[in-house]
Structures are given as C-alpha cells and as structure tokens.
C-alpha cells in the first residue's frame, strides 16, 4: 500500500507526525510532500527534526501569498507530483489552503482521499478555514471526525460513508511527547518563569490579525494582564504589527515576554506548567484541555466546542473586560479554577493515529479504497 501525506503548515506536521508513525510501525512507508506553506525553520523543520520524521519526498515551496495564489499554486504543483507517484490514497490534516488544495488536486485525479480531522464547523464562513473544512469534507472518500459531535455536523450535509471517530491525533502527539518535553526543554529557566505563574499567549488568526483595531484590542488585554505572560508570536501578527506601525507597543509591555515562534517540545513544556493559556489558535484549545490547563479562547465561536462543553474553555473574543475580568476570577477562585483545570479530555485516547492506520490499511485490502464512480 502507498499512502501519501500532504502538509504544510506547523499543525498539520504536528498532527500528522502520530499518523506518519502508525503506518512506518506496520511496515508501510508512506510518501511525504510538504506544500512549504509555512517555510521559516521555527514553523517547519523544527517540528521535523523533533518529531523524527523521515525525509521530506517532494517539498513544493509554494510559500506565502493571496488565498487563490498559495491554494492555486499548491493544486498544481501537487497535481504533479500525485500524476507521477500514483499513491492509493492522500492524507490531510485539518482545514488550512494546504488542506483544501490537496484535497482538490487528489479526488480530481479520482485518489481517495483521507481527512484526518474531519467535520469540525465554526458556522463562521467568514473565516478562510471554514471554507477549507467544508470543501475538504466533502472531497473525501474516507473521514476521520475526532469527535461524535464533528460526526454528527458531517451527517447534517448528507456524509455518512466511511465515516470513523477515531479521536484527535493531537492526543497522541501530547501523550508521545509531553514527558520528553518536560526532561528535554529549559524553556521555564531561559524565560525566567516559574510554573503556574504566568499566562500563556498566541494569536495569529486572520480575524484578529488582519485589522488594525483588532490588533490593538488585542494589545489592550494584553496591557492589562495580571500576572506575568509569555507570547511566542506566529509570524503573521509580527508582520501585521509592524505593518500597522504597532509592533513597538507591543514589544515594550511590563511582564510579556513576547518571542519568536517555539519547537514543539518547549511550546508543550510552556503550556503544560502555565497557569493559563490565552489563545486563537484551534490546537492550542485542545492541548490546553488535554494538559489540564484552564483556557480562555480570543475568538468569539470556536470549531471546538467540546471543549467549551466540558468546561475547560470559555470563549473570550477580543473583549478586554470579559478575558481580564475572567482571568481574574480564575486568580482568585480556587474552586472555579480546579473546575476548569479538571474539565476531562474530549479529544480520545492517544491512538487515533493508529487507528487511522489500520483502517485505511484494512479498507485497502479489502478493495474498497477507491473514489466512488
Ligand atoms: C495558516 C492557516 C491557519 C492555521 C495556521 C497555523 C490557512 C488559510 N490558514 O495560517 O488555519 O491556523 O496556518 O499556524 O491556511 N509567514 C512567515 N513564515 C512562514 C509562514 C508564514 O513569515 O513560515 C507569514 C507570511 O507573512 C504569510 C503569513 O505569515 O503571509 C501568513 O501565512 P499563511 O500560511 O498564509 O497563513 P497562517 O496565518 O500561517
Ligand atoms: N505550537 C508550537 N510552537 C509555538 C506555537 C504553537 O509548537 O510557538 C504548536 C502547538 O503546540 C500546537 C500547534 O503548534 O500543536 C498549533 O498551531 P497553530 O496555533 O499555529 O495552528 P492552529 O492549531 O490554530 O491551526
């Protein structure tokens, strides 16, 4: 069997790595093609090297640019690549352009394709991942909701074939790193923190980023926070900062360390011990809850509402009452604080990787991995 991945972006490496492992433990060498959606060292090859994944096959280096250029770009240099190595079925992750271009590219050549993260909705078609996750589902041959409540938004457009909860494979992630993390990473000593004593930030979503008044809201809660905060900043809102001649107020308030993007086992180490994380970001709610860390999300709906429902995060927006007011009571409510701390895990057991394997390996033997005619 020849399955192919397709990605990017930092998240989908990240999701993607537990799955890429399932199948190399079953003896089945998967083809790997980066689309280089995200290029820099710290949103790419960092979580390569420590993920230990094998050499990259066919890197497309597609890079930045408009909607229509990255998606566009990348559909045809995949197409390429999907024309001269024949896989049986293509692999994606999530709902970014990466996503959605080889979704396209694939299922127009009539090879299956496999969606690990399927049916997550926000309702929000205003944001570009929206449009992805619906576009990516419906090009989809085989699905892989992590949750019944993505199985069910899935069922709701008429998607009921080879449709399997498996979990999220960020469990997996967490669980097969989370301790190496904590050995390996000084990353408390090199930023001068101490655990549970300061608040974790990212922010990088377009909704946020894109305009300047959003931005500023953003400085704002970030002005007024309590405690001491830590920011490792996606390079979007870096850009758009200084674009927006904002990125010195920023970088000049008390208490925030603001730094370039981490690894993935210094990230897990910053948000395992912080007190609470502030975040847009959709993995970042999942690993909070996961790791037992109280969040609070910087967006006004979430495609993750699971984790809303359990009680571990409290969707915030871009108000600054709402996010310091509750981050305040958390400070002082020990007991709403252990709540949200000890809100369970909706996301699975750390093996929808290799659940996804077999799967696929099982339909595949049985002939079945094919796009329907
Ligand atoms: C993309 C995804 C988003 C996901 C995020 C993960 C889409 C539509 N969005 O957003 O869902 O949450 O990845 O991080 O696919 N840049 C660099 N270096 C890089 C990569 C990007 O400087 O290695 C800068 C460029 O200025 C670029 C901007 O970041 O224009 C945005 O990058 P892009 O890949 O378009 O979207 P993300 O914001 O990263
Ligand atoms: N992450 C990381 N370093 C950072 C910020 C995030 O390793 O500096 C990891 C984080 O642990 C999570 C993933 O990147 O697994 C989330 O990526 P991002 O927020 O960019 O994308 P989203 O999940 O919103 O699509």
């Given amino acids: 069997m020849k399955p192919a991945f ?3 972006t930092r ?3 990240i999701k993607l790595a537990p799955v890429i492992r399932a199948f190399l433990d079953r003896g089945v060498e998967p083809l790997l093609i980066h689309t280089g959606q995200h290029y820099d ?3 790419s090859s960092v979580f390569l090297e420590e993920l230990e994944m094998p050499p990259i096959d066919h890197h497309l280096e597609v890079g930045s640019g408009t909607q229509a250029e990255q998606t566009g770009l990348a559909m045809i240099k995949i197409e390429k690549v999907l024309v001269d190595e024949r896989p049986d079925v293509v692999l994606v992750q999530g709902d970014t352009n990466t996503v959605l271009a080889g979704a396209l590219a694939s299922v127009k050549l009539k090879i299956p394709v496999a969606h690990v993260e399927a049916g997550l909705r926000s309702f929000d078609r205003t944001m570009p991942e929206e449009i992805n996750r619906i576009l990516a589902d419906h090009a989809s041959e085989v699905l892989f909701p992590p949750t019944e409540e993505a199985r ?3 069922e709701r457009e008429g998607i009921t074939e080879n449709v399997y909860v498996v979990g999220n494979t960020v469990v997996d992630a967490v669980l097969q790193n989370a301790e190496v993390a904590e050995r390996k990473s000084d990353v408390l000593e090199r930023f001068g923190l101490k655990p ?13 980023t894109d305009r300047r008044e959003n931005l500023e809201r953003l400085i704002e809660i970030l002005e007024g926070l309590p405690t001491r905060a830590v920011y490792p900043m996606h390079p979007r809102t870096r850009g758009r900062l200084e674009e927006f001649g904002l990125w010195e107020r920023m970088a000049s308030i008390e208490n925030l360390t603001v730094t370039k993007p981490l690894g993935y086992l210094d990230f897990l180490k910053l948000e395992k011990n912080a007190f609470a994380i502030m975040t847009d970001s959709g993995g970042i709610q999942e690993e909070a809850i996961i790791l037992n860390v109280p969040c609070l999300t910087l967006r006004y709906n979430t495609e993750r509402p699971e984790t809303v429902k359990a009680g571990g995060n409290v969707l915030v927006g871009l108000e600054k009452e709402r996010a310091l007011g509750y981050l305040q009571r958390l400070l002082k409510d020990g007991e709403l604080y252990r709540k949200m701390a000890g ?10 990787g290799e659940r996804i394997a077999e799967i696929l390996m099982g ?3 049985e002939g079945k991995l094919k796009v329907k005619s």
């Avoid at 549970?196 to 946020?208: F, G, M, Q, S």
């Avoid at 809100?343 to 093996?351: E, H, I, L, S, Y």
């Fill in 196 to 208: 549970k004593e300061y608040v974790l930030i990212t922010a990088h979503r377009a909704e946020n």
């Fill in 41 to 43: 060292y710290e949103m």
């Fill in 11 to 13: 998240p989908e490496i």
């Fill in 152 to 154: 069910k938004n899935l």
């Fill in 343 to 352: 809100a369970a895990n909706p996301f699975g057991d750390g093996k929808a």
């Fill in 363 to 365: 339909l595949y033997k």
């Fill in 6 to 8: 397709v990605f990017g």
